[in-house]
Nanobody, 125 residues
Framework: DVQFVESGGGLVQPGGSLTLSCAAS????????VGWFRQAPGKEREKIAC????????TYEESTLIRFTIWDDTPKNTLWLEIRGLRPDDTAVYSC??????????????????WGRGTLITVSS
């Protein structure tokens, strides 16, 4: 079975940092463009960043370029996301996904093939 399982979410105070992980099984992330998306309450899902797993090419949304870092560990078949300087408007469900190209890994990610269920980050004091 194909699975993507996110972990690392939770409640964090403003200004804090978190690192999310996404463990894949049933497929190799090295064969895909993988990325992170988020959906805040009442808003559409949006791209954070994508990476050609094992190849290093990354693409970020302009709004996430400074505080977010994506990387992958292809031997462990795992995708990572570090978020720094968390703000209340970062509160959202964060999901990982896999697709074929960076064009798939854009916007709301409708072109992505595999999705995790997501992990909730709540930023609040």
């Amino acid at each position: 079975d194909v699975q993507f399982v996110e972990s690392g979410g939770g409640l964090v105070q403003p200004g804090g940092s978190l690192t999310l992980s996404c463990a894949a099984s049933g497929f190799r992330i090295g064969d895909y463009v993988v990325g992170w998306f988020r959906q805040a309450p009442g808003k559409e899902r949006e791209k954070i960043a994508c990476i050609s797993a094992g190849k290093g090419r990354t693409t970020y949304e302009e709004s996430t370029l400074i505080r977010f870092t994506i990387w992958d560990d292809t031997p462990k078949n795992t995708l990572w996301l570090e978020i720094r300087g968390l703000r209340p408007d970062d509160t959202a469900v964060y999901s990982c996904a896999a697709g074929t190209t960076h064009d798939d890994c854009a916007g709301s990610g409708d072109g992505m093939r595999y999705w995790g269920r997501g992990t909730l980050i709540t930023v609040s004091s």
